[in-house]
């Protein structure tokens, strides 16, 4: 056998290996973090001729071609993405972080929540996990629980707590773990924009401490352009002491989370964190629910540059734990608003890579 036949078999072998890799097992955090994209042909987790990729990958070559009507100069080139359900799960069964509270409440050995607390986790697991739903009274407790179960951590520890929980697995998902659950194919989209002048941030109601630990060398996002919910902290020592009244001694006291709600980052306050956080409003905006119109409309509205809007549809009942109903709601929303739409069900090559499936 030559040593041209060797060589050309070994490559093939190769390529098979990298290809059975890349759509028969869940992408692992590093196998997200790899993800390169510079050019429309670097592409791999969308479907053929997606119409939404080919939006995306000509507004790209626009804003990026002097003397073209739609060229955005680099200092404006802002993308801006919803976490959960745009670029990360938000199904198995709900929110990471809320799911977080339920295991922190209900299974965490070295916890003691009150009887409260427990009794609420309790009284509201089966709704979350079966997904009959929870009242607005429920989910406002929720919420407020989502802080109080830490109360007392410092920010290392709140965040080693995250680390540890993302090696868990996803409910309702084969073969996939929560810090894995990222979609591939907005992976891709991250990396494209990132690699062709684009800021790229996220802009979420999840909180910062929360989605910095997910995205922490896996998403092509740097820490300082991460935007979430505020967790509200204070010191061992603070007592009663306002903030800007206290004198912070680094030999005698910690700054913990003081276990207050979450100043919640949705809706039309991701608009005011825009403004405030990155000062200049955005060319593309990429969301998934009405949680995010706000930034979605704030994207389109009275801009000086080629903008658009962008939604997730969860359309997919066999690779994700898709809605139909919800799904087509929010298409005609976007529809009369004028957001373009991502199907995962028809656009997405894979999700998670071809071994993840929705449970039996």
Same mark, same amino acid.
């Given at each position: 056998?030559?040593?041209?036949?060797?060589?050309?078999?070994?490559?093939?072998?190769?390529?098979?290996?990298?290809?059975?890799?890349?759509?028969?097992?869940?992408?692992?955090?590093?196998?997200?973090?790899?993800?390169?994209?510079?050019?429309?042909?670097?592409?791999?987790?969308?479907?053929?001729?997606?119409?939404?990729?080919?939006?995306?990958?000509?507004?790209?070559?626009?804003?990026?071609?002097?003397?073209?009507? !739609?060229?955005? *100069?680099?200092?404006?080139?802002?993308?801006?993405?919803?976490?959960?359900?745009?670029?990360?799960?938000?199904?198995?069964?709900?929110?990471?972080?809320?799911?977080?509270?339920?295991?922190?409440?209900?299974?965490?050995?070295?916890?003691?929540?009150?009887?409260?607390?427990?009794?609420?986790?309790?009284?509201?697991?089966?709704?979350?996990?079966?997904?009959?739903?929870?009242?607005?009274?429920?989910?406002?407790?929720?919420?407020?629980?989502?802080?109080?179960?830490?109360?007392?951590?410092? *920010?290392?520890?709140?965040?080693?707590?995250?680390?540890?929980?993302?090696?868990?697995?996803?409910?309702?998902?084969?073969?996939?773990?929560?810090?894995?659950?990222?979609?591939?194919?907005?992976?891709?989209?991250?990396?494209?924009?990132? !690699? !062709?002048?684009?800021?790229?941030?996220?802009?979420?109601?999840?909180?910062?401490?929360?989605?910095?630990?997910?995205?922490?060398?896996?998403?092509?996002?740097? *820490?300082?352009?991460?935007?979430?919910?505020?967790?509200?902290?204070?010191?061992?020592?603070?007592?009663?002491?306002?903030?800007?009244?206290?004198?912070?001694?680094?030999?005698?006291?910690?700054?913990?989370?003081?276990?207050?709600?979450?100043?919640?980052?949705?809706?039309?306050?991701?608009?005011?964190?825009?403004?405030?956080?990155?000062?200049?409003? *955005?060319?593309?905006?990429?969301?998934?629910?009405?949680?995010?119109?706000?930034?979605?409309?704030?994207?389109?509205?009275?801009?000086?540059?080629?903008?658009?809007?962008?939604?997730?549809?969860?359309?997919?009942?066999?690779?994700?734990?898709? !809605?139909?109903?919800?799904?087509?709601?929010?298409?005609?929303?976007?529809?009369?608003?004028?957001?373009?739409?991502?199907?995962?069900?028809?656009?997405?090559?894979?999700?998670?890579?071809?071994?993840?499936?929705?449970?039996?």
């Amino acid at each position: 056998m030559t040593k041209k036949i060797l060589s050309y078999l070994l490559v093939t072998a190769c390529a098979v290996a990298v290809f059975f890799c890349e759509t028969t097992n869940a992408a692992s955090r590093e196998e997200v973090a790899a993800i390169k994209v510079e050019t429309a042909k670097d592409f791999r987790y969308w479907n053929l001729n997606s119409p939404t990729l080919n939006k995306i990958i000509k507004f790209v070559e626009e804003a990026n071609t002097p003397g073209h009507k !739609n060229f955005i *100069p680099k200092q404006n080139r802002v993308a801006v993405f919803d976490m959960d359900g745009t670029i990360y799960c938000e199904t198995a069964p709900l929110y990471f972080q809320e799911t977080m509270f339920l295991y922190r409440a209900l299974e965490d050995k070295n916890y003691s929540p009150t009887k409260e607390m427990r009794d609420f986790a309790a009284k509201i697991k089966p709704k979350i996990y079966n997904k009959t739903g929870i009242t607005k009274e429920e989910n406002d407790e929720l919420f407020n629980n989502l802080t109080a179960a830490y109360k007392g951590m410092t *920010p290392e520890e709140y965040r080693a707590y995250v680390r540890d929980f993302m090696q868990t697995n996803e409910t309702g998902l084969t073969n996939l773990k929560r810090g894995e659950a990222f979609y591939l194919p907005m992976m891709e989209i991250m990396s494209y924009l990132g !690699n !062709n002048g684009f800021e790229v941030y996220i802009v979420t109601a999840c909180s910062y401490l929360t989605t910095r630990e997910l995205a922490e060398g896996v998403v092509p996002v740097n *820490p300082n352009r991460i935007i979430g919910s505020d967790f509200g902290y204070t010191t061992t020592n603070m007592g009663s002491d306002a903030p800007d009244k206290h004198f912070y001694d680094r030999y005698k006291e910690k700054v913990v989370i003081a276990g207050t709600p979450l100043k919640d980052n949705a809706q039309s306050r991701k608009i005011f964190s825009i403004i405030n956080q990155i000062g200049k409003k *955005p060319t593309l905006a990429f969301g998934n629910s009405m949680g995010d119109s706000g930034m979605l409309e704030y994207t389109l509205q009275d801009n000086l540059y080629n903008s658009a809007a962008f939604v997730v549809l969860c359309d997919d009942t066999k690779r994700e734990l898709g !809605n139909l109903k919800k799904a087509e709601n929010m298409k005609n929303t976007a529809i009369s608003r004028g957001w373009n739409t991502i199907s995962m069900r028809d656009e997405f090559k894979t999700i998670y890579g071809d071994n993840v499936k929705r449970a039996k």
